[in-house]
């Protein structure tokens, strides 16, 4: 009897192990949060023990608002010799980073600081490839290589958004043939992140609220899989969203308000640097790529474009996971439950489109300000695949056939 029980505990144990996902958790930045923290940036550089930095930047804002001055005055303070490469613009391009690599390497600089957002990061990790290692670096973002290196990256935060300030993710857009394409690898981490949410209030309220749908839709991707999913990271990333939520409202209405830019600015890098991703093996990420074909393409800003997708996704692909749409609906989006899971994720969809329009975002591409002809949404739905060679999502595997679907039901 008693050799029974032990055996059957044994099976459980066994089952419980099988159910649950293992995971990494790799978080390595440092994170320098609030007011004034951006005069530390010269210290913290020295703290890596550069030699010499590459100051990048973006096309303007920073040298508008003063905060690049800051930041030379910072570095000298701290006996830090630079140079400083600005002009990335949004969806930031291939041709600027090979121009970074050049001047990096004639220079011998060996640590890249970024003062800006998730496409000046993007692009100071892309340089930091492209010296660290020899080849054309975009062959990493192709999959044809694996980056040995990176070049260390420090970051000065300007927007609440993509989250690179703490991802292993770099995004770039390959002027030949407008292929926007992402590399992730543990070795471009930002060694540390300043954030000073006080920075954020010169965004045009059309950045912000692009800004807080990417930081909702970096939890969401996450939170739809088809895991047994842990209810702590469940309840986290519910929080996080609604948190989110509620700030973005805020913010349409007092842009200066410093706690509701200090709550998203946090959640943006928590939401992305993988905590709300343990237990979920991933996640689904299929509107995150469907929306790159569109930045690609049509050059949009990139919460917008997922804004303008999402919806037709969730609807698409509800029937691979209804009671994880209904759970969403609930808990997220504080619906009623219909009368069956599908009918209560359903309303949850409605009531997050509600919500973009509350913050001015689109929820189709014509609201975008994008009209595709029928060839570029062939095109699209082509690049999107790979041109037929890869699936993506894990509530509904899509083919280019299904991503053509989706671009349609979006116009
Ligand atoms: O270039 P400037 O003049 O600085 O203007 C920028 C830009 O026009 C402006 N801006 C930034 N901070 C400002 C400001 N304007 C006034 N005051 C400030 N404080 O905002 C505009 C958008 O900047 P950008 O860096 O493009 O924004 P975001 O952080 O949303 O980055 C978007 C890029 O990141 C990629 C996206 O695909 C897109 O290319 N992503 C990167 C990820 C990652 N590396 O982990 C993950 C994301 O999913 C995303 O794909
Ligand atoms: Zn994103």
Known sequence: ?????????????????????????????????????????????????????????????????????????????????????GGVVPNPRLSLVYQGIELCKKEHVDFILAVGGGSVIDSGKAIGYGVANEGDVWDFYERKRVAAGCLPIGVVLTIAAAGSEMSNSSVITNEDGWLKRGYGNDCCRARFAVMDPELTMTLPKYQTASGCVDIM????????????????????????????????RILMKEPDNYKARAEVMWAGSLSHNGLTGCGTAGGDWASHQLEHELGGMFDVAHGAGLAAVWGSWARYVLEGNPGRFAQFAVRVMGQEKGKDDTETALRGICAMEEFYHQVEMPTSLSELGINPTEEQIHSLAEKCSHFGKRTVGCIKKLDQEDMYQIYKMAM
Do not use: C, W
């Open 217 to 248: 839709m970096h939890t969401m991707e996450r939170y739809f899989n088809q895991e047994e999913n842990l209810d702590l990271t469940d309840g986290f990333s519910e929080h996080l969203i609604r948190t989110v939520m509620e700030n973005a």
């Open 1 to 85: 009897m008693r050799r029974k029980i032990q055996n059957k505990k044994k099976t459980n144990i066994r089952k419980a192990e099988i159910e649950m996902t293992n995971f990494d958790y790799y978080a390595p930045t440092k994170v320098v949060f609030g007011k004034g923290t951006e005069d530390q940036a010269g210290d913290l550089v020295r703290e890596q023990g550069a030699t010499k930095v590459l100051v990048h930047y973006g096309s303007g804002s920073v040298k508008r608002s003063g905060l690049l001055e800051r930041i030379y005055q910072s570095l000298e303070q701290a006996g830090i010799p630079f140079v400083s490469l």
